[in-house]
């Protein structure tokens, strides 16, 4: 039978544990803090917001066209997450419109789903984007009409939580799931993409496997595209056998280059 002490012992090795699990989550951030990477200081005045060249000029390019982006976000936050957005050009379209959820927008009351016509792959506040996926003529139209109407019936409109959702990456989530032909695989460092509300159960965003989540919180994804994902507190760690990478929070993914998005 098991005493007071033996009870104690076994206490303190699930404390160690923890926060163990707690320190090498969170290396990767305070790494990024640390070394300078992620700028946490932000002069309104000078923030970048012009495009980078990753997406083609919808004058002249008459083809449909959706691109999927992730810039990081703001001063420290930065090194824990990042912003998607999704941009999207209907065939013989002279702009994009560009779907996103942004924070602000609820505590003016107003739905946090922004639809705009702002450069598809501009910085986000000085940070340059990366781009998730790209699809072009056939497969782009097929999906420009589901990724509205995901848009449209995103079901958290009216809130946002930066931690641990639903947020931006939850946003993505949502669409993503609804257009399984950009097949996104959402890096480690989208924070909020596996909160699912009240739900335990629902298809990776990349529509080629399944996951699990607790609010968010702890859960387990396992799919082709992202391959297992571990996440621990809303932070991520996976690994990408197909693909031959790791990823970890903050950090990213590391490992063999990917072939191209899209």
Same mark, same amino acid.
């Given at each position: 039978?098991?005493?007071?002490?033996?009870?104690?012992?076994?206490?303190?090795?699930?404390?160690?544990?923890?926060?163990?699990?707690?320190?090498?989550?969170?290396?990767?951030?305070?790494?990024?803090?640390?070394?300078?990477?992620?700028?946490?200081?932000?002069?309104?005045?000078?923030?970048?917001?012009?495009?980078?060249?990753?997406?083609?000029?919808?004058?002249?390019?008459?083809?449909?066209?959706?691109?999927?982006?992730?810039?990081?976000?703001?001063?420290?936050?930065?090194?824990?997450?990042?912003?998607?957005?999704?941009?999207?050009?209907?065939?013989?379209?002279?702009?994009?419109?560009?779907?996103?959820?942004?924070?602000?927008?609820?505590? &003016? *009351? /107003?739905?946090?789903?922004?639809? =705009?016509?702002?450069?598809?792959?501009?910085?986000? #506040? $000085?940070?340059?984007?990366? %781009?998730?996926?790209?699809?072009?003529?056939?497969?782009?139209?097929?999906?420009?009409?589901?990724?509205?109407?995901?848009?449209?019936?995103?079901?958290?409109?009216?809130?946002?939580?930066?931690?641990?959702?639903?947020?931006?990456?939850?946003?993505?989530?949502?669409?993503?799931?609804?257009?399984?032909?950009?097949?996104?695989?959402?890096?480690?460092?989208?924070?909020?993409?596996?909160?699912?509300? &009240? *739900? /335990?159960?629902?298809?990776?965003? =990349?529509?080629?496997?399944?996951?699990?989540?607790? #609010? $968010?919180?702890?859960?387990? %994804?396992?799919?082709?595209?992202?391959?297992?994902?571990?996440?621990?507190?809303?932070?991520?760690?996976?690994?990408?056998?197909?693909?031959?990478?790791?990823?970890?929070?903050?950090?990213?993914?590391?490992?063999?280059?990917?072939?191209?998005?899209?």
């Amino acid at each position: 039978m098991e005493d007071g002490r033996d009870r104690g012992v076994r206490a303190v090795r699930v404390l160690l544990a923890f926060l163990l699990t707690l320190v090498l989550l969170l290396a990767g951030p305070v790494f990024l803090l640390a070394s300078g990477a992620v700028p946490t200081a932000v002069d309104w005045s000078r923030i970048d917001r012009s495009p980078v060249g990753l997406a083609p000029d919808a004058a002249t390019t008459p083809e449909a066209v959706v691109q999927v982006y992730a810039a990081r976000v703001l001063s420290w936050r930065g090194a824990f997450g990042v912003h998607p957005w999704f941009a999207v050009k209907p065939v013989g379209a002279r702009n994009y419109t560009v779907y996103e959820v942004i924070g602000w927008r609820a505590y &003016r *009351g /107003l739905s946090v789903v922004s639809v =705009s016509n702002r450069d598809p792959d501009g910085r986000w #506040f $000085g940070a340059q984007p990366t %781009l998730l996926a790209d699809l072009r003529g056939p497969a782009a139209e097929t999906a420009i009409p589901k990724i509205a109407k995901a848009a449209g019936s995103y079901p958290y409109a009216g809130e946002y939580r930066v931690w641990p959702g639903p947020n931006s990456n939850t946003f993505a989530a949502w669409v993503a799931r609804a257009a399984p032909e950009l097949r996104l695989d959402l890096p480690s460092t989208a924070l909020g993409k596996d909160y699912l509300g &009240r *739900g /335990l159960f629902a298809r990776a965003p =990349s529509g080629t496997g399944w996951q699990i989540s607790l #609010f $968010g919180v702890a859960g387990l %994804l396992l799919a082709l595209e992202e391959g297992l994902e571990v996440n621990l507190l809303g932070l991520t760690v996976g690994i990408d056998p197909l693909g031959l990478a790791v990823k970890l929070p903050g950090i990213g993914r590391i490992g063999w280059p990917e072939s191209g998005a899209g």
